[in-house]
């Protein structure tokens, strides 16, 4: 499933752990509401050792952010591999290769292919959702320029971003059996590797990885799944509640209901690794996307606690 296959290397060292076939480890951070590079390399400290590459969210919830090309540079001079999101949402095609080339020449290896949060659920619901592509062929316009060394127009480029590419699936959302094809969809389109959705059903998660097992779609992409702590029994609610998409079993609520005061973000670490423990027994899943979502400064500790240190180096 590697890069390597069309005649060059990516230099992405999630690439590299993932085809010597070890298990990937891969974290996120969410930049800051402002230009305070402090706070991108303070988070990015309890990242360093712990994890493959730290993806960098771009506008998440369409909330302006620090930029996630500059954020990924930051990380890259603490000695961290970024992975750089990119919706759809906020730039054309003209914005997205000119971003894409700009971001390789800085060092940048890895990128996520997103549609993105609509804006009516932002902190600027009247700003214009762009969407000139979609996520699909965000993904095929990567592996264009990458594969053919030319722009979605056609031109020839001086100089090729050789990026391993990324996008996201979401196991959960209705049709339920619609979403195995979602990731073929995807998988046809070019991608490399997969991050999904925040995983909390995982009897409907074995079905849908079982599904991509026999069409045949884990042996063409790496699939990553998607981790993220619980913190609270209020976040619970909200995620089964509030977030489209989210599938929030009645039993997670219940065993942090359960685990008695001040320990309920204890018994969420637990269940993350846990889930983390069985992903690693999976057959399908090619490692772990944690999102601790401002929660960096535990990384370690669950890191640590789901037995996947230290890090595999590569060379």
């Not at 296959?5 to 076939?21: I, P």
């Not at 009897?203 to 069409?215: P, S, T, V």
């Amino acid at each position: 499933m590697s890069t390597e296959g069309n005649g060059y290397k990516s230099g992405s060292n999630l690439e590299k752990v993932l085809a010597a076939g070890e298990f990937a480890f891969t974290g996120e951070l969410g930049p800051p509401r402002g230009c305070n590079a402090e706070e991108v390399r303070h988070k990015a400290s309890f990242l360093k050792g712990n994890v493959d590459s730290v993806n960098i969210t771009d506008n998440q919830t369409a909330v302006v952010r620090m930029a996630s090309w500059a954020a990924c540079l930051l990380l890259i001079q603490e000695g961290l591999e970024p992975n750089f999101q990119m919706v759809c949402r906020d730039r054309n095609r003209l914005a997205m290769q000119a971003d894409i080339l700009g971001a390789y020449a800085h060092g940048v290896r890895n990128m996520l292919c997103l549609s993105g949060d609509h804006q009516m659920f932002g902190d600027h619901p009247q700003a214009k959702g762009v969407f000139d592509i979609d996520s699909m062929q965000l993904i095929r316009m990567v592996k264009t320029m990458r594969d053919e060394g030319k722009f979605l127009a056609g031109d020839e480029l001086d100089g090729v971003p050789k990026m391993f590419i990324g996008a996201a699936a979401n196991p959960f959302a209705d049709p339920f059996e619609w979403r195995v094809h979602r990731l073929a969809k995807k998988v046809d389109a070019g991608v490399d590797f997969i991050q999904t959705q925040c995983i909390y059903n995982m009897e409907k998660f074995r079905e849908w990885i079982r599904q991509a097992n026999d069409m045949g779609l884990t042996e063409k992409a790496y699939i990553l799944a998607g981790v993220t702590p619980m913190k609270s029994v209020g976040m619970a609610k909200y995620m089964k509640n509030r977030v489209p998409g989210m599938d929030v079993p009645d039993a997670i609520i219940e065993r942090l209901q359960g685990a008695g005061k001040g320990k309920v973000a204890d018994e969420g670490i637990k269940i993350a690794v846990e889930q983390i423990e069985e992903f690693k027994e999976m057959k399908g899943v090619h490692g772990v996307h944690l999102m601790a979502i401002e929660w960096e400064h535990k990384v370690p500790e669950i890191a640590e606690l789901a037995k996947v240190l230290p890090r595999p180096q590569i060379k």
